[in-house]
């Protein structure tokens, strides 16, 4: 007996220590994934500084990022039955469509994508030409009502995770009239499967226009797109019409309503509301034009809240003032896109653009040539309307403040929320975007619904999918689940263990990424250079550092080693990276810039790669360089660019592809160091 | 064990407050100095401590604000008083062994599922269904079906010491 309660004791004890891990394992899962989102923001500040300020001092400017950044228009696109022309080869033998649709095409569809099949890019490409026509005629608040059936299922983030839609529709039926869905936007991205489940959706949707609603989140937009996976997946399954079958996603991202209402009671939209947030103004505006403004001087000032884990990331780099990121008084202005210049396609279909609400504008710049005129406020409005919808997080107190631990959209206390729903006569938000470990999340005293369905989002094990049913009295019914990729299920410890060692890595990455830093930060508690500062210290420093708002002191043991006389070996932080990195023969300091930098440099250049062939010219390379040197902070003169460009080409084919890419950051601090 | 006794009473108490504080944080998600009541259990755990779940309601009646919120100024000194009494001292490690072999009463080297299954669900604090649940999906070998306890009681341990 007295065995069995010491044994009671020590298992509970256990549970304990494995839950603590758990818990701090989320913390940096989603620390250095907020920190992530921050750094795209800034860096699509830094091409609308170079829209403002660079390209009206440099003659040469505006072509030049025209050239980077014109997303390529082409003409065949334009043509309503260009897929037409594209021969489906005999044997073929994924599935075949037909529009209009039917349960048996998308039948098909579902069993080709179990069997990792890949639809035709023939019938992808007609796929998202139909659903683009349907979503024109969407209104952006699309309203519903359970009269119709008996329940309404709401789905939050996929992500690419097809194994989760596809144990959702058998949990809970495939869509049809009698099981309507709501799916709150974030389909793609991250995930190695966003194609399938954005062109499941799609099908459905059309199958099922008015029992199928899809809301749009921020991944479904261009430059997210670029830099967190989908772009590279769509490249990677069409290599033939890929870029065709982009711009065409481009299109239908663009059109995708903005929230659903359910029975005049539920609001539902991807992030959620702020102070401001006018839905009549959101259901007034085009939604497909609303891009290509500005970051408002609101979002770049931000005050740092408590809550606010990632505060601006300090570009150590960027000493050149001149092109950094930060000066905020050069993002305030907006441009419109101008109609002026003509563009190559003249078919009725507005020209593609790609509407970025997140702030990542991607500047259009056939209308820089001639300059446009500031834009009128209603276009910052709608832009600010449509971030904060699509990236706001809820937060437990009062007041609505700048999301600044995003970058983006804002943080909305209880009060917020109970004014719009009061407002509207409303009783119920339910809103995405923040991985929970249970799938969801009721916060604001019932007000608000969190509902995300990508179990196992940072790793394997990391968290539960969830969806929710609303019936006709609209109570909020939660399911879970978890997909299991291993026969054997792991265990709670085995998970726990492995979606910690993966965090660990991910931070030993960041402390690494920020080595120069880092020691600065010491400096001032360690004047012998003994190496060693108090554990208080060195908390101190990586907080002030990192940001990241993580409990530093719990996590030590797994980051840096203590002396006998329990002081931290601050240098021991930094020895976990080394051996998983291919960077031979490299300086510290540069492994610590390609480290940090390799996320924003992939997003570059995939974007002057635009037949996202891989592979960019040498031209194109000279004048990016010329670009984001100055953001990345290495000062170079033309000469020696055009010598780095000429050196970084080892195989003298006359293009440059990622690995020359980032091998030319080597070379330019040889160069630094030989001045 | 927890720290260097030579050191002075005061640093004694700086200590204590730190160790409370970083765990506290872990669980404090939205870093405004509260943990909901249910976390308190981890949190007295992970500090090393052994209460019961009896001790730890009474832990609970102490410092439960009236919105099931636990304040981190109501649980520091409470916390701290346990912790510098060495209240719920930890049991050692060889005594977890020697528990299991006392179970083990033909010195087997192992337990069936359902005799550890019986016997945590005796005494004042029987294992809930989902903690009987989780201890055998991790104390159970998968192929033989049984639980070799001094296998069980070293990943304990090891993980519990990191």
Same mark, same amino acid.
């Given at each position: 007996m007295k065995a069995a309660i010491l044994i009671q004791?020590?298992?509970?004890?256990?549970?304990?220590?494995?839950?603590?891990?758990?818990?701090?394992?989320?913390?940096?899962?989603?620390?250095?994934?907020?920190?992530?989102?921050?750094?795209?923001?800034?860096?699509?500040?830094?091409?609308?500084?170079?829209?403002?300020?660079?390209?009206?001092?440099?003659?040469?400017?505006?072509?030049?990022?025209?050239?980077?950044l014109d997303p390529v228009v082409d003409p065949w696109l334009g043509r309503e039955t260009c897929y037409e022309l594209i021969p489906v080869a005999e044997s073929y033998s994924g599935p075949r469509?037909?529009?209009?649709?039917?349960?048996?095409?998308?039948?098909?569809?579902?069993?080709?994508?179990?069997?990792?099949?890949?639809?035709?890019?023939?019938?992808?490409?007609?796929?998202?030409?139909?659903?683009?026509?349907?979503?024109?005629?969407?209104?952006?608040?699309?309203?519903?009502?359970?009269?119709?059936?008996?329940?309404?299922?709401?789905?939050?983030?996929?992500?690419?995770?097809?194994?989760?839609?596809?144990?959702?529709?058998?949990?809970?039926?495939?869509?049809?009239?009698?099981?309507?869905?709501?799916?709150? @936007?974030d389909f793609v991205d991250r995930g190695k499967q966003s194609t399938e489940v954005v062109l499941i959706l799609f099908a459905y949707l059309l199958l099922y226009p008015n029992h199928m609603h899809l809301n749009r989140g921020n991944h479904e937009d261009h430059i997210m797109n670029l830099r967190y996976g989908f772009t590279k997946e769509v490249m990677q399954k069409y290599k033939t019409h890929g870029r065709e079958i982009l711009q065409l996603f481009q299109d239908v991202f663009s059109l995708l309503p903005i929230a659903t209402v359910i029975d005049s009671k539920v609001l539902i939209v991807h992030g959620g509301i702020s102070d401001q947030t006018d839905l009549d103004f959101l259901n007034s505006i085009e939604r497909q034009k609303v891009h290509r403004t500005n970051i408002g001087p609101h979002y770049r000032r931000a005050v740092p809240?408590?809550?606010?884990?990632?505060?601006?990331?300090?570009?150590? @780099?960027?000493?050149?003032?001149s092109s950094s990121s930060s000066s905020s008084s050069s993002l305030c202005s907006s441009r419109t896109p101008s109609c002026l210049s003509p563009r190559p396609c003249s078919s009725p279909p507005p020209p593609t653009v790609p509407f970025s609400v997140d702030g990542l504008q991607v500047p259009f710049l056939d209308s820089l040539a001639s300059l446009p005129p500031p834009s009128p406020p209603r276009v910052e409005r709608e832009w600010k309307q449509m971030v904060d919808v699509l990236w706001s997080d809820p937060k437990p107190q009062d007041g609505c403040t700048p999301n600044t631990f995003r970058g983006g959209g804002c943080y909305y206390g209880p009060d917020v929320t109970q004014r719009l729903l009061r407002h509207h006569g409303y009783q119920l938000l339910i809103r995405s975007h923040e991985c929970k470990q249970e799938g969801y999340e009721i916060c604001h005293g019932g007000n608000v619904i969190t509902i995300f369905s990508a179990s196992n989002y940072y790793e394997e094990g990391s968290n539960r999918g969830a969806y929710v049913k609303l019936g006709q009295d609209l109570l909020p019914r939660f399911y879970q689940y978890q997909v299991s990729r291993t026969t054997r299920?792991?265990?709670?410890?085995?998970?726990?263990?492995?979606?910690?060692?993966?965090?660990?890595?991910?931070?030993?990455?960041?402390?690494?990424?920020?080595?120069?830093?880092?020691?600065?930060?010491?400096?001032?508690?360690?004047?012998?250079?003994?190496?060693?500062?108090?554990?208080?210290e060195w908390a101190q420093v990586l907080e002030?550092?990192?940001?990241?708002?993580?409990?530093?002191?719990?996590?030590?043991?797994?980051?840096?080693?203590?002396?006998p006389d329990g002081s931290v070996e601050y240098l021991s932080c930094f020895d976990y990276m080394g051996p998983g990195l291919h960077l031979p023969q490299v300086t510290p300091n540069l492994a610590e810039t390609l480290v940090r930098y390799r996320t924003d440099l992939e997003l570059i250049f995939n974007i002057i790669d635009k037949d996202h062939s891989g592979l960019i010219s040498l031209d194109e390379f000279r004048h990016t360089w010329r670009l984001f040197s100055g953001h990345l902070g290495v000062a170079l003169d033309d000469g020696a660019i055009d010598a780095l460009a000429r050196s970084i080409d080892f195989n003298k084919d006359g293009s440059i592809d990622f690995t020359e890419f980032l091998e030319a950051f080597r070379v330019v601090h040889k160069l630094d160091k030989d001045h | 064990m927890l720290f260097p006794s030579a050191l002075g009473p005061e640093i004694l108490v700086t200590g204590v407050h730190k160790r409370i504080n970083d765990a506290f944080q872990v669980f404090d998600h939205d870093l405004n100095k509260t943990v909901d009541v249910r976390e308190i259990g981890a949190i007295v755990r992970s500090l090393g401590c052994f209460p019961t779940e009896a001790e730890l309601l009474d832990i609970i009646d102490e410092v439960e604000e009236p919105n099931g919120f636990i304040c981190f100024e109501r649980f520091l000194p409470t916390m701290s008083k346990i912790l510098m009494e060495n209240k719920f001292r930890p049991i050692p490690e060889d005594t977890l062994l020697k528990a299991f072999e006392v179970l083990d009463q033909q010195?087997?080297?192992?337990?069936?599922?359902?005799?550890l299954t019986e016997y945590m669900r005796q005494g004042d604090e029987p294992f809930t269904q989902l903690e009987m649940e989780e201890m055998l999906s991790s104390a159970v070998e998968p192929d033989s079906n049984l639980i070799y306890y001094k296998d069980f009681v070293n990943m304990m341990v090891l993980d519990g010491e990191r």
């Open positions: 004791g020590w298992y509970r004890r256990y549970m304990a220590r494995l839950e603590m891990r758990r818990r701090y394992t989320w913390s940096i899962f989603q620390s250095i994934e907020y920190a992530g989102e921050q750094d795209q923001l800034q860096l699509s500040s830094f091409f609308s500084f170079m829209l403002d300020n660079f390209t009206h001092l440099n003659g040469s400017g505006p072509d030049l990022i025209s050239q980077l469509i037909s529009f209009p649709l039917s349960v048996s095409h998308t039948n098909s569809l579902v069993n080709a994508f179990k069997e990792h099949q890949t639809l035709h890019a023939r019938y992808a490409l007609q796929l998202l030409w139909e659903t683009k026509k349907l979503l024109k005629q969407m209104p952006n608040i699309v309203h519903m009502s359970t009269s119709y059936a008996k329940e309404i299922t709401i789905c939050g983030d996929l992500h690419g995770h097809l194994d989760d839609l596809l144990l959702i529709f058998y949990k809970n039926g495939l869509p049809s009239a009698e099981t309507p869905y709501v799916f709150n @936007g809240r408590k809550r606010h884990r990632g505060l601006s990331r300090q570009d150590s @780099g960027s000493s050149s003032s299920k792991l265990t709670l410890t085995q998970r726990v263990r492995a979606a910690e060692g993966s965090a660990l890595r991910a931070l030993q990455e960041k402390l690494f990424s920020h080595r120069s830093e880092l020691l600065t930060g010491f400096l001032p508690f360690d004047h012998n250079n003994t190496g060693f500062v108090s554990v208080s002030t550092v990192l940001r990241l708002d993580l409990p530093w002191r719990t996590l030590r043991p797994h980051l840096a080693r203590l002396a | 010195k087997k080297g192992h337990l069936e599922p359902n005799e």
